[in-house]
Each structure stands twice: as C-alpha cells, then as structure tokens.
C-alpha cells in the first residue's frame, strides 16, 4: 500500500478476491457507514456602490471562494476515482493526500461606472 495515502474507512469487511463471474451475488451493494463527507465550501460575495457625483459611481466587489479554507481529499477506489472498482487492489478505501477542492481565494474588483 502507498504510504502517502491515508485509509478512510475499513476494507476488512470487503471481499478479498474478487467474484467469479456468472455467480450469483451474496454481497450487499450498500453500506450505510461507508459514505464520503459533504462538500464544505463557503464562497461569500460582498459589492457596495459610492455614488461620486451624479453620474459617476464607484463599485467595489469582494468574493471569497472557500472561505474557511476546509480541505476535502480526493478518493481513490482501487486507483481509480469509480467506487465500483476493484476491491481487491491495496489503493481500495483510501484518501488521497491533495485537495480535491480549491484553496481559500479572494477577489476584489473596483469599478467605476460613468
């Protein structure tokens, strides 16, 4: 097993051969305790316009994309990102050690209108 990755749930309960084919199934296709965690991303946008003159206006743009800056590690199933995949590989049920997301990022833009 690649030491860079981390395990994320337990593959002891899993098959450790794969099935015969033609054979009729005796596995269950759904755990309930095997699931990923939610998507944690908190993008905010805040825009506030000064009014210089009559006809000239300054807008000011803040977003933030990923605001808490919460990573959230890619899957690999058997090297592949399909949960349907080999369950028999030594890279079934583990993380990845890179975000699967993107980092905290701010963008500000300044606007004048006329």
Not at 70 to 97: A, C, I, R
């Amino acid at each position: 097993m690649d030491i860079t990755n981390d395990v994320y749930f337990n593959t002891s309960i899993f098959p450790t051969q794969a099935q015969a084919p033609y054979t009729l199934r005796n596995f269950p296709t759904v755990f309930p305790d095997v699931r990923t965690k939610p998507l944690n991303i908190a993008d905010v946008s805040l825009y506030k316009q000064f009014n210089l003159t009559e006809k000239i206006h300054l807008q000011l743009h803040c977003d933030a994309h990923n605001l808490g800056n919460f990573p959230w590690f890619s899957q690999t199933w058997g090297g592949n990102p399909d949960p349907t995949s080999d369950v028999t590989s030594s890279q079934f049920g583990t993380l990845q050690n890179e975000m699967g997301n993107e980092v905290r990022m701010f963008v500000m833009v300044a606007k004048i209108v006329f």
